[in-house]
Protein backbone atom coordinates (compact mmCIF):
# COMPACT_ATOMS: atom_id res chain seq x y z
CA UNK A 1 0.00 0.00 0.00
CA UNK A 2 2.65 2.30 1.00
CA UNK A 3 4.18 1.59 -2.62
CA UNK A 4 0.52 2.90 -4.19
CA UNK A 5 0.57 5.70 -1.73
CA UNK A 6 3.51 7.20 -2.93
CA UNK A 7 2.96 7.13 -6.24
CA UNK A 8 -0.23 8.58 -5.24
CA UNK A 9 1.68 11.54 -3.70
CA UNK A 10 4.43 11.94 -6.47
CA UNK A 11 1.59 12.27 -8.82
CA UNK A 12 -0.38 14.47 -7.04
CA UNK A 13 2.77 17.31 -6.23
CA UNK A 14 2.75 19.41 -9.00
CA UNK A 15 -1.10 20.00 -8.84
CA UNK A 16 -0.84 20.74 -5.21
CA UNK A 17 2.32 23.17 -5.57
CA UNK A 18 0.58 25.21 -8.62
CA UNK A 19 -2.96 25.81 -7.10
CA UNK A 20 -0.81 25.81 -3.39
CA UNK A 21 0.88 28.76 -5.02
CA UNK A 22 -1.72 30.90 -6.52
CA UNK A 23 -3.79 29.71 -3.54
CA UNK A 24 -1.19 31.86 -1.50
CA UNK A 25 -0.52 34.59 -3.69
CA UNK A 26 -3.94 35.49 -3.61
CA UNK A 27 -4.80 35.26 -0.17
CA UNK A 28 -1.86 36.83 0.53
CA UNK A 29 -2.06 39.62 -1.38
CA UNK A 30 -5.78 39.96 -0.44
CA UNK A 31 -4.98 39.94 3.14
CA UNK A 32 -2.22 42.33 2.59
CA UNK A 33 -5.44 45.28 1.52
CA UNK A 34 -6.95 44.59 5.27
CA UNK A 35 -5.39 47.73 6.30
CA UNK A 36 -6.42 49.80 3.35
CA UNK A 37 -10.26 48.02 4.10
CA UNK A 38 -10.02 49.21 7.66
CA UNK A 39 -8.83 52.98 7.42
CA UNK A 40 -11.63 53.26 4.08
CA UNK A 41 -14.71 51.39 5.68
CA UNK A 42 -16.79 54.01 5.49
CA UNK A 43 -15.67 54.84 1.97
CA UNK A 44 -16.30 51.29 1.07
CA UNK A 45 -19.51 50.64 3.24
CA UNK A 46 -20.92 54.07 1.38
CA UNK A 47 -20.38 52.35 -1.99
CA UNK A 48 -21.41 48.98 -1.00
CA UNK A 49 -24.48 50.35 -0.16
CA UNK A 50 -25.25 50.82 -3.53
CA UNK A 51 -26.12 47.05 -4.04
CA UNK A 52 -29.31 45.44 -2.26
CA UNK A 53 -28.21 43.49 0.86
CA UNK A 54 -29.83 40.15 -0.51
CA UNK A 55 -27.21 40.64 -3.18
CA UNK A 56 -24.35 41.39 -1.11
CA UNK A 57 -25.49 38.42 1.33
CA UNK A 58 -25.92 36.04 -1.32
CA UNK A 59 -22.23 36.72 -2.10
CA UNK A 60 -21.50 36.46 1.98
CA UNK A 61 -20.70 40.04 2.85
CA UNK A 62 -23.07 40.59 6.08
CA UNK A 63 -21.55 43.45 7.89
CA UNK A 64 -19.23 45.44 7.34
CA UNK A 65 -15.72 44.47 5.48
CA UNK A 66 -13.33 46.01 8.25
CA UNK A 67 -14.68 42.90 10.43
CA UNK A 68 -11.95 40.36 10.14
CA UNK A 69 -14.89 37.34 9.88
CA UNK A 70 -16.56 39.02 6.68
CA UNK A 71 -13.43 40.35 5.05
CA UNK A 72 -11.70 36.97 4.98
CA UNK A 73 -14.60 35.28 4.54
CA UNK A 74 -16.29 36.82 1.33
CA UNK A 75 -12.98 37.21 -0.03
CA UNK A 76 -11.04 34.46 0.52
CA UNK A 77 -12.73 31.49 2.60
CA UNK A 78 -16.38 31.90 0.52
CA UNK A 79 -14.45 32.19 -2.88
CA UNK A 80 -11.29 31.39 -3.30
CA UNK A 81 -11.19 27.75 -1.53
CA UNK A 82 -14.57 26.50 -2.88
CA UNK A 83 -12.91 26.94 -6.22
CA UNK A 84 -9.63 25.53 -4.88
CA UNK A 85 -11.28 22.36 -3.30
CA UNK A 86 -13.43 21.62 -6.21
CA UNK A 87 -10.54 21.72 -8.31
CA UNK A 88 -8.00 20.00 -6.75
CA UNK A 89 -10.99 17.30 -5.26
CA UNK A 90 -12.42 16.79 -8.72
CA UNK A 91 -8.92 16.02 -10.42
CA UNK A 92 -7.58 13.87 -7.78
CA UNK A 93 -10.88 11.93 -7.01
CA UNK A 94 -11.35 11.00 -10.59
CA UNK A 95 -7.68 10.14 -11.17
CA UNK A 96 -8.91 6.53 -10.38
CA UNK A 97 -11.60 6.54 -13.34
CA UNK A 98 -8.63 8.07 -15.97
CA UNK A 99 -6.27 5.55 -14.84
CA UNK A 100 -9.38 2.88 -15.19
CA UNK A 101 -9.43 4.44 -18.88
CA UNK A 102 -5.90 4.45 -19.74
CA UNK A 103 -5.09 1.02 -18.76
CA UNK A 104 -2.93 1.84 -16.09
CA UNK A 105 -4.49 0.45 -12.88
CA UNK A 106 -4.89 -3.15 -14.24
CA UNK A 107 -0.66 -2.90 -13.37
CA UNK A 108 -1.06 -2.13 -9.40
CA UNK A 109 -4.21 -4.21 -9.51
CA UNK A 110 -2.40 -7.50 -11.08
CA UNK A 111 -0.51 -7.48 -7.96
CA UNK A 112 -1.02 -8.77 -4.46
CA UNK A 113 -2.10 -5.65 -3.95
CA UNK A 114 -6.23 -5.58 -2.65
CA UNK A 115 -8.33 -2.79 -4.24
CA UNK A 116 -9.46 -1.93 -1.07
CA UNK A 117 -5.94 -0.86 -0.21
CA UNK A 118 -4.98 0.52 -3.62
CA UNK A 119 -8.58 2.80 -3.66
CA UNK A 120 -7.56 3.90 0.33
CA UNK A 121 -4.29 4.98 -0.88
CA UNK A 122 -5.99 7.75 -3.29
CA UNK A 123 -8.16 8.45 -0.93
CA UNK A 124 -5.12 9.50 1.42
CA UNK A 125 -3.75 11.10 -0.95
CA UNK A 126 -6.78 13.46 -1.79
CA UNK A 127 -7.15 14.19 1.90
CA UNK A 128 -3.46 15.06 2.47
CA UNK A 129 -3.73 17.07 -1.19
CA UNK A 130 -6.45 19.44 0.72
CA UNK A 131 -4.66 19.36 4.03
CA UNK A 132 -2.16 21.07 2.66
CA UNK A 133 -3.26 23.31 0.45
CA UNK A 134 -5.92 24.62 3.75
CA UNK A 135 -2.50 25.27 5.40
CA UNK A 136 -0.86 26.97 2.64
CA UNK A 137 -4.63 28.99 2.37
CA UNK A 138 -4.46 29.84 5.89
CA UNK A 139 -0.51 30.22 6.27
CA UNK A 140 -0.25 32.57 3.82
CA UNK A 141 -3.14 34.84 5.39
CA UNK A 142 -1.36 34.03 8.90
CA UNK A 143 2.20 35.23 7.09
CA UNK A 144 0.84 38.35 5.67
CA UNK A 145 -0.70 39.02 9.31
CA UNK A 146 2.25 39.67 10.57
CA UNK A 147 3.21 41.82 8.19
CA UNK A 148 0.32 44.11 9.10
CA UNK A 149 -2.18 45.53 11.69
CA UNK A 150 -4.16 44.48 13.04
CA UNK A 151 -3.50 40.58 13.62
CA UNK A 152 -5.99 37.95 12.99
CA UNK A 153 -6.02 35.29 15.69
CA UNK A 154 -4.06 32.41 14.42
CA UNK A 155 -5.82 29.64 16.49
CA UNK A 156 -9.08 31.09 14.96
CA UNK A 157 -7.54 30.83 11.60
CA UNK A 158 -6.51 27.38 12.40
CA UNK A 159 -9.63 26.75 12.77
CA UNK A 160 -11.23 28.24 10.00
CA UNK A 161 -8.41 25.98 7.87
CA UNK A 162 -10.33 22.79 9.76
CA UNK A 163 -13.31 23.54 8.21
CA UNK A 164 -12.29 24.51 5.13
CA UNK A 165 -10.41 21.23 5.05
CA UNK A 166 -14.25 19.43 5.72
CA UNK A 167 -15.57 21.08 3.04
CA UNK A 168 -13.05 20.40 0.73
CA UNK A 169 -13.60 16.12 1.69
CA UNK A 170 -17.29 16.64 1.69
CA UNK A 171 -16.31 17.00 -2.06
CA UNK A 172 -13.91 14.63 -2.40
CA UNK A 173 -15.81 11.69 -1.08
CA UNK A 174 -18.55 11.57 -3.30
CA UNK A 175 -16.88 12.89 -6.38
CA UNK A 176 -14.80 9.68 -5.70
CA UNK A 177 -18.06 7.63 -5.29
CA UNK A 178 -19.44 8.61 -8.93
CA UNK A 179 -15.79 8.37 -10.02
CA UNK A 180 -15.82 4.28 -9.10
CA UNK A 181 -19.73 4.44 -10.13
CA UNK A 182 -18.90 5.62 -13.98
CA UNK A 183 -15.21 4.82 -14.16
CA UNK A 184 -15.26 7.73 -16.70
CA UNK A 185 -13.40 10.61 -15.41
CA UNK A 186 -15.25 13.40 -17.87
CA UNK A 187 -18.80 11.91 -16.56
CA UNK A 188 -17.85 11.97 -12.66
CA UNK A 189 -16.33 15.31 -12.68
CA UNK A 190 -18.72 16.97 -15.14
CA UNK A 191 -21.20 15.50 -12.80
CA UNK A 192 -19.53 16.38 -9.38
CA UNK A 193 -18.62 20.13 -11.06
CA UNK A 194 -22.38 20.45 -12.12
CA UNK A 195 -23.72 19.48 -8.97
CA UNK A 196 -21.70 22.19 -7.01
CA UNK A 197 -22.46 24.82 -9.80
CA UNK A 198 -25.98 24.46 -8.78
CA UNK A 199 -25.38 24.46 -5.01
CA UNK A 200 -23.36 27.62 -4.98
CA UNK A 201 -26.11 28.99 -7.33
CA UNK A 202 -28.92 27.61 -5.01
CA UNK A 203 -26.94 29.40 -1.96
CA UNK A 204 -27.27 32.92 -3.91
CA UNK A 205 -30.99 32.61 -5.15
CA UNK A 206 -32.25 31.68 -0.80
CA UNK A 207 -30.16 34.51 -0.29
CA UNK A 208 -32.24 36.93 -2.42
CA UNK A 209 -35.62 35.42 -1.43
CA UNK A 210 -37.08 34.97 1.31
CA UNK A 211 -39.27 32.21 -0.18
CA UNK A 212 -36.48 30.10 -1.08
CA UNK A 213 -34.58 30.24 2.10
CA UNK A 214 -35.32 26.32 2.27
CA UNK A 215 -32.77 26.19 -0.94
CA UNK A 216 -29.86 27.09 1.19
CA UNK A 217 -30.26 23.68 2.87
CA UNK A 218 -29.35 21.52 -0.21
CA UNK A 219 -26.23 23.27 -0.54
CA UNK A 220 -23.25 22.72 1.09
CA UNK A 221 -22.16 26.25 0.70
CA UNK A 222 -24.58 26.98 3.29
CA UNK A 223 -22.74 25.13 5.98
CA UNK A 224 -19.57 26.49 4.67
CA UNK A 225 -19.76 30.03 6.99
CA UNK A 226 -16.64 31.09 8.73
CA UNK A 227 -17.60 34.42 9.74
CA UNK A 228 -18.42 33.46 13.15
CA UNK A 229 -14.58 31.07 13.71
CA UNK A 230 -12.82 34.00 12.77
CA UNK A 231 -14.76 37.08 14.54
CA UNK A 232 -15.74 34.46 17.99
CA UNK A 233 -14.34 31.42 18.25
CA UNK A 234 -17.03 29.79 17.69
CA UNK A 235 -16.42 26.12 15.48
CA UNK A 236 -19.03 25.33 13.38
CA UNK A 237 -19.17 21.30 14.79
CA UNK A 238 -22.17 20.41 13.36
CA UNK A 239 -21.23 21.79 10.18
CA UNK A 240 -17.92 20.02 9.76
CA UNK A 241 -19.24 16.69 11.27
CA UNK A 242 -22.24 16.93 8.44
CA UNK A 243 -19.11 17.50 6.03
CA UNK A 244 -17.19 14.56 6.82
CA UNK A 245 -20.22 12.21 7.46
CA UNK A 246 -20.63 13.18 3.65
CA UNK A 247 -16.93 13.10 2.78
CA UNK A 248 -16.76 9.55 4.44
CA UNK A 249 -20.09 8.11 3.51
CA UNK A 250 -18.63 8.89 0.23
CA UNK A 251 -15.17 7.27 0.39
CA UNK A 252 -16.85 3.94 2.25
CA UNK A 253 -19.55 3.63 -0.76
CA UNK A 254 -16.99 4.22 -3.38
CA UNK A 255 -14.99 1.66 -1.67
CA UNK A 256 -17.66 -0.78 -1.31
CA UNK A 257 -18.12 -0.37 -5.01
CA UNK A 258 -15.06 -0.64 -6.18
CA UNK A 259 -14.69 -4.06 -4.20
CA UNK A 260 -17.35 -5.50 -6.83
CA UNK A 261 -16.71 -3.74 -9.93
CA UNK A 262 -15.61 -4.76 -13.08
CA UNK A 263 -12.26 -2.81 -13.97
CA UNK A 264 -13.66 -2.73 -17.47
CA UNK A 265 -15.97 -2.68 -19.90
CA UNK B 1 -1.64 -32.89 -13.10
CA UNK B 2 -2.53 -29.70 -11.34
CA UNK B 3 -4.11 -26.92 -12.99
CA UNK B 4 -2.20 -23.18 -12.59
CA UNK B 5 -5.58 -21.95 -14.55
CA UNK B 6 -8.59 -23.37 -14.66
CA UNK B 7 -11.62 -21.41 -16.41
CA UNK B 8 -15.41 -23.45 -16.04
CA UNK B 9 -18.51 -22.69 -17.88
CA UNK B 10 -16.68 -18.88 -18.01
CA UNK B 11 -19.02 -16.59 -19.56
CA UNK B 12 -19.06 -12.71 -19.23
CA UNK B 13 -21.89 -9.76 -20.98
CA UNK B 14 -21.18 -6.56 -21.06
CA UNK B 15 -24.98 -5.85 -20.86
CA UNK B 16 -26.51 -7.30 -23.99
CA UNK B 17 -23.21 -7.29 -25.06
CA UNK B 18 -21.26 -10.34 -25.68
CA UNK B 19 -18.45 -10.99 -23.87
CA UNK B 20 -17.29 -14.60 -23.92
CA UNK B 21 -19.70 -17.75 -23.43
CA UNK B 22 -19.09 -20.94 -21.81
CA UNK B 23 -15.45 -21.26 -21.97
CA UNK B 24 -13.77 -24.52 -20.26
CA UNK B 25 -10.12 -24.99 -20.20
CA UNK B 26 -7.01 -25.83 -18.21
CA UNK B 27 -3.57 -24.59 -18.12
CA UNK B 28 -1.31 -27.45 -16.34
CA UNK B 29 1.41 -26.28 -13.94
CA UNK B 30 4.53 -25.41 -16.37
CA UNK B 31 2.75 -25.61 -19.13
CA UNK B 32 3.13 -22.76 -22.12
CA UNK B 33 -0.41 -22.46 -23.18
CA UNK B 34 -1.37 -20.03 -26.24
CA UNK B 35 -4.14 -18.20 -26.41
CA UNK B 36 -4.56 -17.26 -30.30
CA UNK B 37 -7.72 -15.16 -31.50
CA UNK B 38 -8.46 -12.55 -33.95
CA UNK B 39 -9.17 -9.21 -32.27
CA UNK B 40 -12.51 -8.95 -30.61
CA UNK B 41 -12.37 -12.35 -29.84
CA UNK B 42 -12.57 -12.34 -26.69
CA UNK B 43 -9.01 -12.78 -25.52
CA UNK B 44 -8.55 -10.12 -23.55
CA UNK B 45 -12.02 -9.87 -22.03
CA UNK B 46 -10.62 -13.86 -20.78
CA UNK B 47 -7.76 -12.34 -19.19
CA UNK B 48 -9.41 -9.40 -17.34
CA UNK B 49 -11.35 -12.58 -15.72
CA UNK B 50 -8.29 -14.99 -14.89
CA UNK B 51 -7.18 -11.77 -13.48
CA UNK B 52 -10.73 -10.40 -11.51
CA UNK B 53 -11.13 -7.31 -13.30
CA UNK B 54 -13.58 -8.54 -14.31
CA UNK B 55 -16.59 -10.77 -12.10
CA UNK B 56 -17.81 -13.36 -14.57
CA UNK B 57 -21.20 -13.32 -15.22
CA UNK B 58 -21.54 -17.15 -14.79
CA UNK B 59 -19.19 -19.57 -14.42
CA UNK B 60 -15.98 -19.43 -12.76
CA UNK B 61 -11.94 -19.47 -13.21
CA UNK B 62 -9.21 -20.29 -11.08
CA UNK B 63 -5.59 -19.21 -10.51
CA UNK B 64 -2.57 -20.91 -8.64
CA UNK B 65 -5.80 -22.28 -6.74
CA UNK B 66 -7.36 -19.15 -6.15
CA UNK B 67 -10.88 -17.90 -7.56
CA UNK B 68 -10.20 -15.30 -9.89
CA UNK B 69 -12.53 -13.04 -8.14
CA UNK B 70 -13.57 -13.75 -4.51
CA UNK B 71 -9.58 -13.82 -3.82
CA UNK B 72 -7.87 -11.81 -6.67
CA UNK B 73 -4.87 -10.82 -4.28
CA UNK B 74 -4.09 -14.32 -3.30
CA UNK B 75 -4.10 -15.46 -6.92
CA UNK B 76 -1.94 -12.25 -8.04
CA UNK B 77 0.48 -13.18 -5.61
CA UNK B 78 1.91 -15.82 -7.96
CA UNK B 79 1.53 -14.09 -10.81
CA UNK B 80 3.15 -11.89 -13.46
CA UNK B 81 0.83 -9.96 -15.78
CA UNK B 82 1.52 -8.03 -18.53
CA UNK B 83 -1.33 -6.22 -20.63
CA UNK B 84 -1.54 -5.39 -24.50
CA UNK B 85 -2.10 -1.86 -23.99
CA UNK B 86 -0.16 -1.28 -20.52
CA UNK B 87 -1.12 2.29 -19.05
CA UNK B 88 2.24 3.26 -17.95
CA UNK B 89 2.52 6.77 -16.89
CA UNK B 90 4.12 8.77 -19.57
CA UNK B 91 5.96 11.23 -17.04
CA UNK B 92 8.13 8.80 -15.11
CA UNK B 93 10.88 6.80 -16.53
CA UNK B 94 11.47 2.83 -17.33
CA UNK B 95 13.70 2.80 -14.42
CA UNK B 96 10.83 4.62 -11.72
CA UNK B 97 7.93 2.49 -13.27
CA UNK B 98 9.93 -1.02 -13.41
CA UNK B 99 10.48 -0.28 -9.48
CA UNK B 100 7.38 0.88 -8.64
CA UNK B 101 5.98 -2.64 -10.33
CA UNK B 102 8.55 -4.63 -8.75
CA UNK B 103 7.78 -3.23 -5.24
CA UNK B 104 4.07 -3.79 -5.81
CA UNK B 105 5.57 -7.16 -6.77
CA UNK B 106 7.73 -7.79 -3.48
CA UNK B 107 10.89 -8.06 -5.31
CA UNK B 108 13.66 -5.49 -5.30
CA UNK B 109 14.13 -2.18 -7.04
CA UNK B 110 16.31 -2.98 -9.85
CA UNK B 111 15.12 -6.84 -10.44
CA UNK B 112 14.58 -5.58 -13.82
CA UNK B 113 17.87 -5.07 -15.27
CA UNK B 114 19.23 -8.33 -16.62
CA UNK B 115 15.92 -8.21 -18.57
CA UNK B 116 16.02 -5.18 -19.59
CA UNK B 117 19.65 -5.54 -20.63
CA UNK B 118 18.78 -8.40 -22.68
CA UNK B 119 16.19 -6.54 -24.01
CA UNK B 120 18.06 -3.58 -24.94
CA UNK B 121 15.99 -1.63 -22.86
CA UNK B 122 17.15 2.56 -22.04
CA UNK B 123 15.67 2.51 -18.80
CA UNK B 124 16.24 6.19 -18.18
CA UNK B 125 13.93 7.45 -20.67
CA UNK B 126 10.76 8.87 -19.61
CA UNK B 127 7.74 6.37 -21.09
CA UNK B 128 6.34 9.11 -23.16
CA UNK B 129 9.06 9.47 -24.62
CA UNK B 130 9.73 5.77 -25.82
CA UNK B 131 8.42 4.05 -29.35
CA UNK B 132 5.76 1.78 -29.07
CA UNK B 133 8.41 -0.95 -29.37
CA UNK B 134 10.02 0.21 -26.59
CA UNK B 135 7.38 0.54 -24.68
CA UNK B 136 6.10 -3.21 -25.32
CA UNK B 137 9.91 -3.70 -24.01
CA UNK B 138 9.21 -2.62 -21.09
CA UNK B 139 6.65 -4.83 -20.38
CA UNK B 140 8.00 -7.91 -21.57
CA UNK B 141 11.00 -7.09 -19.09
CA UNK B 142 7.86 -6.28 -16.18
CA UNK B 143 7.02 -9.84 -17.47
CA UNK B 144 10.30 -12.14 -16.54
CA UNK B 145 11.45 -9.63 -13.57
CA UNK B 146 10.42 -11.88 -11.27
CA UNK B 147 10.65 -15.60 -10.21
CA UNK B 148 6.18 -16.26 -9.87
CA UNK B 149 5.11 -19.32 -10.85
CA UNK B 150 2.73 -17.84 -13.85
CA UNK B 151 3.32 -15.36 -16.45
CA UNK B 152 -0.11 -14.10 -18.09
CA UNK B 153 0.70 -11.78 -21.06
CA UNK B 154 -1.64 -10.75 -23.32
CA UNK B 155 -0.31 -9.78 -26.90
CA UNK B 156 3.37 -9.25 -25.32
CA UNK B 157 5.15 -9.34 -28.38
CA UNK B 158 2.94 -6.67 -31.04
CA UNK B 159 5.34 -3.45 -31.76
CA UNK B 160 8.77 -5.47 -30.89
CA UNK B 161 11.26 -5.70 -33.95
CA UNK B 162 11.72 -9.20 -34.95
CA UNK B 163 15.09 -9.48 -32.96
CA UNK B 164 13.23 -8.79 -29.82
CA UNK B 165 10.58 -11.48 -31.15
CA UNK B 166 13.36 -14.52 -31.03
CA UNK B 167 14.23 -12.94 -27.29
CA UNK B 168 11.33 -12.73 -25.92
CA UNK B 169 10.92 -16.46 -27.26
CA UNK B 170 14.31 -17.53 -25.65
CA UNK B 171 12.77 -16.17 -22.27
CA UNK B 172 9.66 -18.03 -22.44
CA UNK B 173 11.92 -21.00 -23.48
CA UNK B 174 13.83 -20.12 -20.37
CA UNK B 175 10.59 -19.76 -18.41
CA UNK B 176 9.25 -23.29 -19.25
CA UNK B 177 12.59 -25.04 -18.44
CA UNK B 178 12.44 -23.28 -14.42
CA UNK B 179 9.14 -25.30 -14.79
CA UNK B 180 7.06 -22.21 -14.76
CA UNK B 181 3.81 -21.77 -15.96
CA UNK B 182 2.75 -19.04 -19.27
CA UNK B 183 -0.47 -18.10 -20.65
CA UNK B 184 0.36 -16.51 -23.64
CA UNK B 185 -2.29 -14.70 -25.86
CA UNK B 186 -1.80 -13.58 -29.58
CA UNK B 187 -2.54 -13.57 -32.77
CA UNK B 188 0.58 -14.15 -34.17
CA UNK B 189 0.72 -17.54 -35.40
CA UNK B 190 4.37 -18.83 -35.75
CA UNK B 191 4.90 -17.18 -32.45
CA UNK B 192 2.45 -19.43 -30.32
CA UNK B 193 3.73 -22.21 -32.56
CA UNK B 194 7.26 -21.70 -31.30
CA UNK B 195 6.67 -20.96 -28.11
CA UNK B 196 3.64 -23.37 -26.72
CA UNK B 197 2.77 -26.75 -26.14
CA UNK B 198 -0.93 -26.50 -26.02
CA UNK B 199 -2.77 -23.81 -27.81
CA UNK B 200 -6.75 -22.96 -27.04
CA UNK B 201 -8.94 -20.77 -30.17
CA UNK B 202 -11.10 -18.44 -29.37
CA UNK B 203 -13.95 -16.99 -31.73
CA UNK B 204 -16.90 -14.96 -31.03
CA UNK B 205 -16.73 -15.02 -27.73
CA UNK B 206 -16.04 -19.17 -27.72
CA UNK B 207 -13.22 -20.90 -27.12
CA UNK B 208 -13.78 -23.46 -30.48
CA UNK B 209 -10.66 -25.52 -30.08
CA UNK B 210 -7.91 -26.80 -27.89
CA UNK B 211 -5.01 -28.99 -29.31
CA UNK B 212 -1.46 -29.22 -28.96
CA UNK B 213 0.98 -27.31 -31.35
CA UNK B 214 1.77 -30.35 -33.61
CA UNK B 215 -2.48 -30.75 -34.35
CA UNK B 216 -2.84 -27.00 -35.28
CA UNK B 217 0.16 -27.56 -37.45
CA UNK B 218 -0.82 -29.73 -39.21
CA UNK B 219 -4.50 -28.54 -39.72
CA UNK B 220 -3.59 -24.94 -41.03
CA UNK B 221 -2.31 -24.32 -44.43
CA UNK B 222 0.70 -22.68 -45.48
CA UNK B 223 0.97 -20.57 -49.16
CA UNK B 224 3.71 -21.73 -51.33
CA UNK B 225 5.22 -20.00 -54.19
CA UNK B 226 7.44 -21.71 -56.13
CA UNK B 227 9.73 -20.37 -59.37
CA UNK B 228 10.87 -23.16 -61.59
CA UNK B 229 13.27 -23.92 -64.42
CA UNK B 230 10.54 -25.40 -66.71
CA UNK B 231 7.03 -26.36 -66.36
CA UNK B 232 7.01 -29.19 -64.11
CA UNK B 233 5.69 -32.36 -65.55
CA UNK B 234 1.86 -33.45 -65.38
CA UNK B 235 1.32 -34.73 -62.08
CA UNK B 236 3.89 -33.06 -60.18
CA UNK B 237 1.77 -31.56 -57.40
CA UNK B 238 -0.38 -34.67 -57.01
CA UNK B 239 0.24 -35.12 -53.44
CA UNK B 240 -1.82 -34.89 -50.43
CA UNK B 241 -2.83 -32.22 -49.07
CA UNK B 242 -1.38 -30.07 -51.66
CA UNK B 243 -3.95 -27.66 -53.70
CA UNK B 244 -2.80 -25.50 -56.57
CA UNK B 245 -4.18 -22.32 -56.27
CA UNK B 246 -2.36 -20.77 -59.34
CA UNK B 247 -0.19 -22.07 -61.61
CA UNK B 248 0.92 -20.18 -64.56
CA UNK B 249 3.77 -22.12 -66.71
CA UNK B 250 6.77 -22.30 -64.52
CA UNK B 251 4.78 -19.65 -61.86
CA UNK B 252 3.05 -21.66 -59.34
CA UNK B 253 1.03 -21.27 -56.41
CA UNK B 254 0.24 -24.19 -53.76
CA UNK B 255 -1.95 -24.50 -50.54
CA UNK B 256 -0.12 -27.23 -48.12
CA UNK B 257 -1.17 -28.73 -45.53
CA UNK B 258 0.25 -29.66 -42.31
CA UNK B 259 3.63 -31.57 -43.28
CA UNK B 260 5.45 -30.06 -45.93
CA UNK B 261 8.33 -32.74 -46.43
CA UNK B 262 6.57 -34.90 -49.27
CA UNK B 263 6.26 -31.51 -51.03
CA UNK B 264 9.99 -30.42 -50.73
CA UNK B 265 10.48 -34.03 -51.58
CA UNK B 266 8.54 -33.18 -54.85
CA UNK B 267 10.39 -30.51 -55.32
CA UNK B 268 13.78 -31.75 -54.89
CA UNK B 269 12.91 -33.74 -58.26
CA UNK B 270 12.45 -30.82 -60.81
CA UNK B 271 14.72 -27.91 -61.28
CA UNK B 272 13.12 -25.19 -59.03
CA UNK B 273 15.19 -21.74 -58.96
CA UNK B 274 12.66 -19.75 -56.04
CA UNK B 275 10.97 -20.78 -53.20
CA UNK B 276 9.02 -19.29 -50.61
CA UNK B 277 6.61 -20.80 -47.95
CA UNK B 278 4.48 -18.99 -45.66
CA UNK B 279 2.44 -19.08 -43.09
CA UNK B 280 -0.92 -17.60 -43.69
CA UNK B 281 -1.88 -14.89 -41.62
CA UNK B 282 -4.12 -16.02 -38.21
CA UNK B 283 -6.85 -13.85 -39.68
CA UNK B 284 -6.86 -16.38 -42.29
CA UNK B 285 -6.61 -19.82 -40.57
CA UNK B 286 -9.55 -17.98 -38.26
CA UNK B 287 -11.57 -17.57 -41.27
CA UNK B 288 -12.48 -21.28 -40.92
CA UNK B 289 -14.00 -21.01 -37.59
CA UNK B 290 -15.82 -17.91 -38.91
CA UNK B 291 -17.55 -19.60 -41.56
CA UNK B 292 -20.48 -21.62 -39.55
CA UNK B 293 -20.90 -25.25 -38.83
CA UNK B 294 -20.55 -26.42 -42.92
CA UNK B 295 -17.77 -23.98 -44.18
CA UNK B 296 -18.16 -25.51 -47.50
CA UNK B 297 -18.44 -22.45 -49.28
CA UNK B 298 -15.04 -22.10 -50.35
CA UNK B 299 -14.45 -25.40 -51.07
CA UNK B 300 -16.77 -24.77 -54.44
CA UNK B 301 -14.42 -21.56 -55.59
CA UNK B 302 -12.42 -22.83 -58.60
CA UNK B 303 -8.96 -23.49 -58.40
CA UNK B 304 -6.81 -20.38 -59.61
CA UNK B 305 -8.83 -17.96 -58.29
CA UNK B 306 -6.43 -16.15 -56.14
CA UNK B 307 -9.28 -15.04 -53.43
CA UNK B 308 -9.99 -18.66 -52.84
CA UNK B 309 -6.81 -18.99 -51.06
CA UNK B 310 -7.65 -17.69 -47.83
CA UNK B 311 -11.29 -19.33 -48.40
CA UNK B 312 -9.60 -22.22 -49.26
CA UNK B 313 -7.62 -22.37 -45.92
CA UNK B 314 -10.35 -21.14 -43.92
CA UNK B 315 -12.08 -24.66 -44.89
CA UNK B 316 -9.18 -26.68 -44.08
CA UNK B 317 -8.74 -25.32 -40.74
CA UNK B 318 -12.64 -25.46 -39.88
CA UNK B 319 -13.12 -29.20 -41.71
CA UNK B 320 -9.77 -30.06 -39.30
CA UNK B 321 -11.43 -28.52 -36.06
CA UNK B 322 -14.58 -30.70 -37.04
CA UNK B 323 -12.36 -33.79 -37.41
CA UNK B 324 -13.14 -34.11 -40.73
CA UNK B 325 -10.52 -34.95 -43.57
CA UNK B 326 -9.66 -32.33 -45.76
CA UNK B 327 -9.96 -33.58 -49.14
CA UNK B 328 -8.83 -30.99 -51.68
CA UNK B 329 -6.46 -32.20 -53.30
CA UNK B 330 -4.00 -30.67 -56.28
CA UNK B 331 -5.47 -33.47 -58.28
CA UNK B 332 -9.03 -32.18 -57.41
CA UNK B 333 -7.83 -28.58 -57.86
CA UNK B 334 -6.56 -29.41 -61.35
CA UNK B 335 -9.59 -30.56 -62.57
Redesign the interface.
Known amino acids: MM??FR?ELR?GRMLVFWIGLLSALYAGFITLFYPTIIENSADFEKMLEVYPKELMAAFGIVGSLSDPGVFLNSYIFQFLWPLVAAIVAIILATRVAA?S???????????????LRYLSATIVGQIIALAVLAAVTVGSIWAVDLLIAPDFPIDRLALAGVHSLAMGLAIAGPTTLLAIVFLDRGRAGGLAAGILVQMYLANVIAQLSPDLTWLANLSAFHYFDLKPVIDTGTYPTADSALFLAVAIGGWILALLAFR?R???? | MTHAIEAVGLTKW?GKRRGILDIDFQVGEGEVFGFLGPNGAGKTTTI?LL?G???PSSGRATVLGHDSWTD???A??G?S?V?S?????G?LTARQQLD??A????LTPGAWRAAAERLELDPTVPIKKLSRGNRQKVSVVQAFMGQEPLLVMDEPTSGLDPLMQREFLKLVAEVRAEGRTVFLSSHNLPEVERACDRVGIIREGRLVSVSTVGDLQASHWRSVNLVLAATPPPGTFDLPEVRIVAADARDVHLMVRGDVNPLLRRLATINVRDVSIQTLEIEDVFLGYYEGPNGSASRERPAGDESAMASASATAGETASAGESATATAGEAQR
Open positions: TALRDASGFLELPLSTRLPRRDLAA | YRLFLRAPAHALFSEPGYLEYMRLRG
